[in-house]
């Protein structure tokens, strides 16, 4: 099984709608991370949590939300969806101080209509 | 703010060697990634520098200059899989990573 799981793995939805992307890991870490990849931009940090009450914006969060629901699960929200957050969305995790690597998900491509 | 530069595409033979090149500017500097993505699929790392000199790992081996803020990878050997979008990613602080946007290779047979 994955370490690192998304769901949906693909979204279609239409503009205004509220839509939820679901991350869980069994890999035992701390922190967690949400990033958007766009053609050319590469990926870009959109929040980041290093335990359950702990929550921090990225460079892009304006127009997103989070909830660290435990250690295991990280969900990104959007409140009222756009055309210009149709992107390739992966959560990541690593361990704590000292840990280098980060681990994604296999992703969650959202169509915003 | 960071500012982290490599190359868009780049196109080479079954078998040849092909570096790809990032040079990175940020506030701060905790290590340089370098990651592998094919099309569609989660980013896996490739390896790991924050000391100045050459990580080898198989076919593929990472440099850095700290100094000069650049980094190589090096892939030899070049197989059809290698196809797919190389990422360097320079770690500013402890708890985040900062990307490039990625450098696409094509292994042509």
């Known amino acids: 099984d994955a370490d690192v799981t998304q769901t949906p793995r693909n979204r279609i939805t239409k503009t205004g709608k509220r839509i939820m992307l679901e991350c869980s890991q069994t890999?035992?870490?701390?922190?967690m991370y949400w990033y958007r990849q766009d053609p050319g931009l590469g990926l870009r940090l959109i929040y980041y949590?290093?335990?359950?009450?702990?929550?921090n914006k990225g460079e892009i969060s304006d127009g997103y939300s989070v909830s660290r629901q435990a250690q295991a699960k990280f969900s990104l929200s959007l409140e009222s969806a756009i055309p210009n957050q149709t992107a390739l969305y992966f959560c990541?995790?690593?361990?704590?101080?000292?840990?280098?690597?980060?681990?994604f998900g296999p992703g969650t491509r959202l169509t915003v209509t | 703010g960071q500012n982290i530069d490599q190359p868009t595409e780049m196109t080479a033979t079954e078998g040849a060697i092909v570096q790809i090149n990032c040079t990175y500017q940020?506030?701060?500097?905790?290590?340089l990634f370098w990651y592998q993505q094919h099309a569609g699929e989660a980013p896996t790392f490739l390896s790991y520098?924050?000391?100045?000199g050459l990580e080898e790992k198989g076919r593929f081996s990472s440099f850095l200059s700290r100094s000069k803020g650049y980094s190589y990878l090096l892939l030899k050997e070049l197989q059809m899989k290698d196809s797919a979008s190389y990422l360097c990613?320079?770690?500013?602080?402890?708890?985040?990573?900062?990307f490039g946007a990625g450098t696409t290779v094509t292994v042509r047979a």
């Open positions: 990541a995790t690593s361990g704590g101080v000292g840990s280098y690597e980060q681990y």
């Open positions: 990613a320079v770690k500013p602080s402890d708890y985040k990573l900062s």
């Open positions: 890999k035992g870490h701390d922190r």
């Open positions: 940020t506030s701060g500097f905790n290590g």
């Open positions: 949590s290093f335990d359950v009450k702990d929550i």
């Open positions: 520098n924050v000391l100045d």
